[in-house]
């Protein structure tokens, strides 16, 4: 019997290390799970009301595309397509620069699948 209790605490301690560890995940996970909620948030309102700030009647090829982005409807090869035009776009007022950068962040997440 006396030999049993080594090899119970040893049990007992293992058990007890590893809840610690699954509460420890578990809390992780939903932290992570949160983030990833609020940035999700974050990269809809990017995707559906900025890109109609960008919009010029001198380039209807560009604004069709971002008129769909904001409908979340762009293709793969749309999204690589908007993304070199607006990469090319150099002539922006400062203030639209920033709008154009995170649409263009927000352009990799499509074409890479992340979203």
């Avoid at 690589?80 to 002539?91: A, E, P, V």
Wanted: charged share 20%.
């Amino acid at each position: 019997m006396t030999e049993a209790l080594p090899v119970l605490s040893i049990v007992i301690a293992v058990s007890l290390a590893l809840l610690q560890y699954f509460v420890f995940i578990s809390t992780l996970m939903q932290r992570v799970t949160s983030i990833e909620t609020k940035v999700g948030l974050f990269w809809g309102l990017v995707e559906r009301e900025l890109p109609s700030i960008l919009k010029r009647p001198t380039h209807l090829t560009m604004d069709v595309l971002l008129d769909k982005m904001s409908l979340s409807g762009l293709t793969i090869d749309e999204a690589k397509d908007l993304w070199d035009r607006l990469y090319c776009l150099n002539d922006l007022p400062t203030e639209r620069v920033v709008i154009r950068v995170l649409l263009l962040s927000r352009l990799e997440q499509i074409i890479r699948g992340m979203g």
